[in-house]
């Protein structure tokens, strides 16, 4: 899987390539059939798959001041990308000059001339350019006098509802992993480097590895039943806290994962945590004997939840 940008020019031998072009941010259900279609396309055609994506989203250049609301980091969608089977990943940087680039020109300059792409699959909402003044029909109309030919991939539905990364960011805002696991098909996950705490866990019977959420979206502060990712490989359950820690001053916002049986040196290196179920609001407690028992019950809870795979508590 290679890692593609306008810095460098693409290789000859992923030249006319089908290209699925999208933000893709959490490559949910909707999104891998869009990239689904486009893989089973370049197959057909003998042709190389790209999957084309922007970063930083464009939501943050038009709005900077937003929350923070990213599903996937771009190293986890590239390495789904290659799970579902592309060649290549092209990162399209979302700055000032692309934004102000009209829907004509992405075609014609990024496209046709940067990409060489021979076909290029989007969902049928996605638009693109200057004012958005790109659309399904544009890029079938203005495609097809670059040699591009076009098509679009209409929504997917789930439980009565399209599915979208808008839709998923409610559900964990809600404290509703579940659902975000279906829209998802594959539970929400946050991958960064463990950072330097208080030790405030150590010291209460529970070392945590604590992590900054960074550019995610915020989910339903509480506890947590979790599936860890080591940089190993190796997979391990734990329970974590998500919030502000409200019985600890100066409030600070983070993840903070208990690891069941396991002990080692995770500081500076990269771990997944995966949301599984949410288990609890976070709380103050009137004293730290009282935050200990209730910690003794959440852990085994977690280790219920997860020993018996139950999709809801």
């Known amino acids: 899987?290679?890692?593609?940008?306008?810095?460098?020019?693409?290789?000859?031998?992923?030249?006319?390539?089908?290209?699925?072009?999208?933000?893709?941010?959490?490559?949910?259900?909707?999104?891998?059939?869009?990239?689904?279609?486009?893989?089973?396309?370049?197959?057909?055609?003998?042709?190389?798959?790209?999957?084309?994506?922007?970063?930083?989203?464009?939501?943050?250049?038009?709005?900077?001041?937003?929350?923070?609301?990213?599903?996937?980091t771009i190293d986890q969608r590239e390495e789904l990308f290659a799970h579902a089977g592309a060649d290549a990943m092209f990162v399209f940087r979302f700055d000032g000059a692309l934004a102000s680039m009209s829907a004509e020109d992405f075609i014609k300059v990024m496209l046709a001339d940067r990409l060489g792409a021979a076909a290029v699959v989007t969902g049928e909402d996605f638009t693109f350019g200057n004012g958005r003044g790109g659309n399904a029909d544009v890029l079938r109309e203005e495609g097809a006098q670059h040699g591009i030919d076009a098509e679009a991939v209409a929504p997917v539905a789930l439980e009565d509802a399209t599915v979208s990364s808008s839709r998923i960011r409610e559900a964990l805002q809600a404290g509703d992993p579940h659902t975000a696991t279906r829209l998802l098909t594959r539970p929400f996950a946050v991958r960064g480097a463990i950072i330097h705490g208080d030790k405030r866990g150590r010291e209460l019977g529970w070392p945590t590895a604590n992590m900054d959420m960074g550019s995610y979206v915020r989910p339903a502060y509480g506890i947590y039943a979790v599936r860890v990712t080591l940089p190993d490989g190796s997979e391990h359950d734990g329970v974590a806290n998500l919030g502000v820690r409200p019985m600890f001053d100066p409030p600070k916002e983070l993840l903070e994962t208990y690891i069941f049986d396991w002990e080692g040196d995770l500081y500076d290196q990269e771990i997944e945590v995966a949301l599984m179920h949410y288990i609890r609001p976070e709380a103050a407690f009137h004293d730290i004997d009282a935050l200990k028992r209730q910690i003794a019950e959440d852990e085994a809870e977690a280790r219920r939840l997860l020993a018996a795979g139950a999709t809801t508590p």
């Open 1 to 72: 899987m290679q890692r593609l940008t306008l810095d460098t020019p693409i290789p000859d031998n992923l030249r006319g390539a089908v290209i699925a072009l999208g933000n893709f941010d959490g490559f949910h259900f909707g999104h891998q059939a869009v990239v689904g279609r486009a893989i089973a396309r370049a197959a057909h055609e003998r042709r190389p798959a790209i999957v084309a994506t922007f970063d930083p989203h464009p939501v943050r250049h038009f709005r900077p001041d937003a929350p923070p609301f990213r599903l996937t």
